[in-house]
């Protein structure tokens, strides 16, 4: 056995700085009674060893034209939107760590891509038991596919595993539950969880084995643990959605190796989740009648334009102080518009109820959706309908103005193409190319979108 030292530290749980004294405070991150007492066990072992004595030579330096790199390997994963998220695959020998809301669908998706994939893949659950994943795997209705299911928690016992099975991908769920023989504390602890993340790291750059982690996010949204662990890694992906809707999305919010525009779009079936290829369609409802308070914003998602639906409910207020309630949307954005409808277009609103709606439940932040949400808030204030095939993508400024947005013309030719009449833009948008299949009409202030919709 190695020497062994032992030692104790604070770690703050909600940023993972590392204290030798407790305080009330962290200095960090400044949230208060958040440090927490952590035995660690120092050791000169590892859980995660080469048998290459070469592993501790010093490495040498080189110029970028000496270092060789085999011309864009990924790995595929068979399922459109996670590899377009990552960039085009999985690039061995990366870290991915998957972050999502308890029940969302991390498992599912992680389990469906390790069953569809034609490698040998070891899933890893810590808190499913083979039966349990067996069941799930049904659901999934993957007849045959070369994925291993271990049900472990110790890194030792995984890497023994590994060593015997040699998987070309591993799938860790979840890091929360993993603990290494190596460090004192209790499994899910800010050490244990840097410490086993640090051991699968070293894996996966030595043997150039991807490793896929699922993380629980906590209730502000963080991926629980250290913030550390989103700089370990190489690729920082988030699993979101309302989980009363059936889509989710995909996003990367960090990646070493391709961009973080993209974003991957599913839908919660019965049977696993399934791959939203044409979201705008789905999006919005076919409204067959003319009614009041629905409009339709050409909005972007990363590199994708997307269609989406906005509803606006606006009612005398019941009590004194009017509601103003979202869903989807950045409520103070909202307040915002509603200032400036009262102040530049000379629209009483004080005194009204404001509910706004995105439907299908996700959740867009994109300021193109400005000019439709107000249009939307008119329509039901007015109780006049908006005609069906007109949608909308500007921001609207403090001033009342109408102001451009960016790639503009990606969001006219996904409206053109969906078959909608008309698209309202900023005046002062550019525009490269003049001869659209839509008529795009350029309006520099609210009231002459008041005007053009309502006169
Ligand atoms: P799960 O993958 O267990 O979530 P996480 O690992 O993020 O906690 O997903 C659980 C939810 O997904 C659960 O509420 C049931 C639903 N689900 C389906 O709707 N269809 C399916 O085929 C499967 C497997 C799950
Ligand atoms: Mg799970």
Not at 60 to 67: E, M, P, R, S
Not at 150 to 178: G, Y
Not at 206 to 221: F, Q, R, S, Y
Not at 290 to 315: F, K, Y
Request: overall charge neutral; aromatic content about 6%; some cysteine.
């Amino acid at each position: 056995m190695a020497k062994v030292k032992a030692k104790k530290a604070y770690f703050c749980q909600n940023c993972g700085a590392q204290y030798a004294k407790w305080m009330g405070q962290c200095s960090s991150c400044n949230n208060w009674n958040t440090l927490v007492e952590e035995v660690l066990v120092k050791t000169e072992e590892k859980a995660w060893k080469t048998n290459e004595p070469s592993n501790s030579k010093a490495s040498k330096a080189l110029t970028l034209n000496d270092i060789t790199v085999d011309n864009e390997i990924r790995i595929r994963t068979y399922d459109g939107e996670f590899d377009r998220v990552l960039g085009g695959g999985i690039v061995p020998g990366a870290v991915i760590l998957l972050g999502g809301e308890p029940g969302i669908g991390k498992s599912t998706l992680t389990l469906q891509i390790a069953l569809k994939l034609p490698y040998k893949t070891l899933y890893v659950s810590g808190e499913e038991s083979q039966r349990q994943i067996k069941m799930r795997a049904e659901r999934l209705s993957q007849e045959k596919s070369n994925c291993l299911i271990l049900t472990e928690t110790k890194t030792q016992h995984i890497f023994k595993q590994i060593v015997a099975t040699t998987p070309d991908i591993v799938v860790i769920d979840s890091i929360q539950t993993l603990h290494t023989d190596f460090i004192e504390s209790a499994a899910g602890s800010i050490s244990q969880i840097r410490a086993c993340t640090a051991e699968l790291i070293k894996f996966a750059k030595e043997t150039n084995t991807p490793v896929i982690l699922i993380g629980h996010i906590t209730k502000d949204g963080n991926i629980a643990g250290p913030k550390i662990l989103e700089h370990m890694v190489d690729t920082v992906l988030q699993f979101e959605g309302d989980r009363n809707y059936t889509y989710r999305i995909l996003r990367a919010l960090k990646n070493r190796f391709g961009s973080t525009a993209e974003l991957g779009i599913y839908e919660m079936q019965h049977n696993g989740l399934r791959e939203v290829t044409n979201p705008s369609e789905i999006l919005i409802s076919n409204k067959s009648e003319d009614l009041s308070g629905t409009t339709i914003a050409a909005t972007l998602e990363g590199m994708r334009p997307l269609l989406i639906e906005i509803q606006a409910l606006v009612s005398t207020a019941v009590y004194g102080t009017p509601q103003r309630s979202t869903t989807g949307f950045n409520a103070k954005r909202l307040n915002m518009l509603l200032a400036v409808l009262e102040k530049r277009a000379g629209f009483r609103l004080g005194a009204k109820d404001v509910f706004l709606n995105i439907t299908g439940g996700i959740k867009i932040e994109d300021p193109a959706l400005d000019l439709a949400v107000v249009a939307a808030i008119l329509s039901s204030n007015e109780d006049c309908p908006i005609p069906p095939k007109y949608c909308f993508a500007a921001e609207v400024g403090l001033v009342g103005e109408v102001r451009p947005v960016n790639r503009v013309e990606q969001r006219i030719l996904e409206a053109e193409k969906l078959g909608f009449e008309a698209i309202f833009i900023a005046g002062n948008n550019k525009l490269g190319k003049r001869d659209f299949g839509i008529r795009v009409l350029l309006i520099n202030k609210i009231e002459e979108l008041v005007e053009a919709l309502f006169s």
